[in-house]
């Protein structure tokens, strides 16, 4: 392969340079800077003049080459000649250089300096790059100076037939609808050639089918593949794979070629009917299976697949076609033939069914292949089974009248065993239903009893449940519902619908009158409405209460009661009855004249009869309160406690001034007992206390009976101190070291700096509280000239002392003496 295409490429390039060199000289001008530039044949002239005879006359030729082709692929022993640089200004001696530069220049494109042959040095591939455009100078071969202007050419790489046809897209899948007609198309494909599409034909394509026929065929220009043969069967075939080639030089010998493969899928359409597998399904089927229970299943295959094999399934002929049916299961593509209605053994045993399956999408251009459906016989056999007791009614309904005796048949059930073996039943009561076991029932013939008395005030109908069980298979039973409804009788008597309680004003006027339903009154409670004015009465009676019966009984008729007043009193002077036509009473006052502090409540007894048979009647008592009423009529009180009340004061009133009492006494209590605590002296005396003690009322320590708060026997005399007492009105909670004794004093020691020491010591005590505290001293120092005040070695009683000299003491003293003072000034007093 190698030595042919050298051969070939050898053949090519000689008529080239022939071409080359025969050329005519001028075929060729345009203007390159300014310089008239002529391409003639293999040379091109290039004259530089001066300025004036570029205006004047035309340019005189300098450089002449021609253009440059060099074919690609070209892998010889030696570089390939391209083409040659020459100028008219070299003269053959070798002072005139050539140089080259621009695309490949040096790199793949190599120029002889002297003689400016171009060899390529390198193997081009056109499909990399088509052209190169390259600058050509002669310089001076000892100055490097140019000696004309550089000018530019393009070297073309010229194509060969090296790059195979490519299917980039390939492999390729198509579908096509089975039974179609000849000459459908299927799908296109398309090659691409990386060779040069204008020169020759090398990326000229022509497409065929290597593999695929006679099913297919393909368009050799346009590639457009289409069918071959007309009503291709996808049941017989469904997948075709067809090769296809694209081959360039037009498809001639020696061109290059490429393949790619072409899947071809028939799609599905109806063209098959449904057929049933078999002609005759047996299914049997126990005659006590639930409803709705799958007896068997039916199926017609259809070769066809998705929507087209979709068949619907019916009941079209038998005799079973009101006890079952059938449905179509879309998953499975069967047809489920299920239960509708009970079946019994004992009345019919087989069933025959015609069930036809018939396709739900029917493509109407193959009609004209029959009908697309198909029919089977189906033939179901009922087992017997052991069915339960079947009851003669679904539900019962029973009466019995409430007064019934015990033990009465209130009604019967029956039941029968519906197999041929035809076992006895035995009945019996659901006691969850009869929690009372207000009913019996004969296990043998079904008859139910009353065992326990009935009410039809407490419970009108009474629900239970009879069993049926077989006493052959006691797993074989039968519920049903009995509903009982306890008939009324005439027991009960009637009575006040409510407990009702009237009111009217002592005193009335004539007319004024007024009724309520009854409301306990607590003692003490004030009523606070107007009464109705009642219009359109006897004027000379007045209606005080309305009242109404009621009886717990429901006659067919309705109720009708009459009323009336006990014999002995008929001849009531204060009230009398009407019976009104709404079956209620009215209660009327004889007079005005009523007076609560002459009588305030009256008790006024009626009798109420019913219309039963035989009637029933009861006496029922009306309490007639006589009140105190304002001038228009607004009751205030319906007792005496209540006269002392105000009239026209409300409730809330009241509350008000029994509040503003109240504070009132609180505040005077208040003040008295302030005034109390004001006038007692500063000084306690105690005849069980000789201490004297000075009070202040922020001192929180144990008061003058605690004797425990400190040692006074201590402080007699202050030379007998040996050392430190801790104080004992608190509890220590630090320990220290005590302090040391106080040396003993002259007979003139001074009191106040011994209170300011002891005060000092107190105030930096840490375990003192936090406050002050006023210690009382029984020891007031030696040689005081008012001696000592201590009571404790007095002997003489509080009421021999005169204490008025303790004003000629000082003014230290001033204070105490007035307090004394006061004290014996309010004892005078």
């Known amino acids: 392969m190698p030595e042919r295409l050298a051969q070939m490429l050898l053949d090519l390039w000689t008529p080239l340079m022939i071409l080359w060199i025969t050329l005519p000289p001028c075929i060729y001008m345009a203007p390159l800077n300014q310089s008239q530039v002529l391409m003639s044949g293999s040379r091109l002239e290039l004259n530089r003049l001066s300025e004036e005879q570029r205006i004047l006359s035309r340019s005189k030729r300098g450089w002449v080459w021609n253009q440059m082709f060099v074919l690609e692929e070209f892998s010889g022993p030696e570089p390939i000649l391209v083409g040659r640089l020459h100028t008219d200004l070299d003269p053959g001696s070798k002072k005139i250089k050539y140089i080259l530069s621009g695309d490949g220049a040096g790199t793949i494109f190599q120029i002889n300096d002297i003689t400016g042959d171009i060899h390529a040095i390198k193997r081009l591939d056109r499909e990399e790059k088509a052209e190169y455009t390259l600058t050509a100078q002669a310089v001076d071969w000892e100055t490097n100076k140019p000696l004309e202007p550089p000018s530019e050419f393009i070297i073309k790489v010229q194509d060969i037939n090296d790059n195979a046809p490519e299917f980039l897209n390939g492999p390729y899948h198509a579908t096509v609808p089975e039974m179609s007609i000849l000459g459908t198309s ?116 259809d070769q066809d697949i998705g929507e087209n094999a979709q068949s619907s399934y019916d009941i079209i002929d038998g005799d079973g076609t009101a006890l079952f049916e059938i449905t179509s299961d879309a998953q499975a593509q069967d047809g489920i033939i299920r239960l509708r209605k009970p079946l019994d053994f004992e009345t ?88 009372e076991r207000q009913f019996n029932i004969n296990a043998d013939d079904g008859k139910i009893t009353l065992a326990t008395p009935l009410d039809r005030e407490l419970s009108v109908w009474h629900n239970i449940t009879i069993i049926a069980t077989e006493i052959r298979n006691h797993s074989q039973i039968s519920r049903v519902p009995v509903a009982i409804k306890v008939l009324d009788v005439n027991d009960n008597a009637p009575e006040f619908a409510s407990e009702y309680e009237a009111f009217l004003c002592e005193n009335g006027k004539p007319g004024q009158a007024f009724f309520r339903t009854y409301l306990h009154i607590q003692e003490g ?27 717990k009984d429901e006659p067919k008729n309705g109720h009708y009661f009459l009323y009336s007043l006990l014999p002995e009193m008929a001849n009531n002077p204060n009230f009398t009855i009407k019976k009104n036509e709404d079956n209620s009473l009215s209660i009327l006052a004889k007079h005005n004249g009523f007076n609560r502090q002459k009588q305030e409540v009256y008790l006024l007894p009626i009798i109420i009869s019913d219309s039963g048979n035989p009637p029933l009647s009861s006496t029922s008592t009306l309490t007639i309160r006589v009140c105190g009423c304002s001038t228009d009529g ?65 001192d929180e ?129």
């Open 186 to 301: 299927v799908t296109n494909v398309t090659a691409t050639d990386a060779d040069d599409p204008v020169y020759g034909n090398s990326a000229k394509l022509v497409y065929s089918i290597l593999e695929g026929q006679p099913y297919f065929s393909i368009e050799p220009e346009t590639a457009i593949i289409k069918t071959a043969l007309p009503n291709m069967d996808r049941e017989a075939k469904e997948e075709y794979v067809v090769v296809i080639q694209a081959k360039d030089m037009g498809g001639h010998s020696g061109g290059l070629s490429g393949t790619t493969t072409l899947t071809v899928t028939l799609t599905d359409v109806n063209d098959n009917p449904p057929k049933f597998s078999q002609s005759l399904y047996h299914f049997s089927v126990p005659e006590d299976v639930v409803l709705g229970t799958a007896i068997g299943r039916v199926k017609a295959n």
């Open 525 to 551: 409670d004030t009523i606070g409405f107007k009464m109705d004015e009642i219009d359109g009465l006897n004027k000379m009676h007045k209606v005080i209460q309305t009242v109404s019966a009621m009886d």
């Open 348 to 435: 019919k045993k087989s069933y025959t069914l015609k069930v036809e399956a018939a396709n739900i999408h029917v493509d109407p251009r193959f009609s004209g292949r029959g009908p697309f459906k198909d029919t089977a016989t189906v033939k179901i056999v009922v087992e017997d089974a052991d069915e339960p007791p079947v009851f003669s009614s679904p539900t019962y309904l029973l009466e019995v009248h409430e007064n019934a005796a015990l033990n009465s048949v209130i009604g019967q059930v029956t039941a029968r065993d519906p197999d041929i073996t035809s076992s006895p039943i035995r009945f019996s009561i659901d006691r969850h239903t009869d929690l």
């Open 701 to 829: 320590g144990g008061g003058e009976e605690d004797t425990e708060a400190f040692d006074i026997a201590t402080l007699q005399n202050p030379d007998g101190i040996n050392g430190f007492l801790p104080r004992k009105d608190i509890k220590p909670d630090l320990q220290f070291m005590p302090r040391q004794g106080l040396a003993p004093v002259p007979n003139g020691v001074d009191v106040d700096e011994f209170i300011n020491v002891r005060l000092h010591e107190a105030d930096n005590d840490p375990t003192a509280p936090p406050y002050d505290s006023i210690q009382i001293y029984g020891y007031e120092g030696r040689g005081s000239v008012a001696g000592s005040l201590s009571s404790l070695e007095s002997t003489t009683s509080d009421s021999d002392q005169n204490f008025d000299y303790l004003s000629d003491w000082g003014p230290r003293f001033k204070r105490l003496g007035e307090l004394y003072s006061v004290g014996e000034s309010d004892k005078e007093t």
């Open 634 to 698: 607004v009751v205030q009180s319906c007792n005496v406690e209540a006269y002392v009340l105000p009239i026209g004061l409300s409730m809330g009133a009241l509350i008000a001034i029994l509040a503003c009492i109240i504070l009132l006494l609180v505040i005077v209590v208040l003040f008295v007992t302030l005034r109390r605590h004001k006038n007692e002296p500063l000084i306690i005396k105690d005849d069980e206390d000789v201490r004297e003690n000075i009070i202040r009322y922020d």
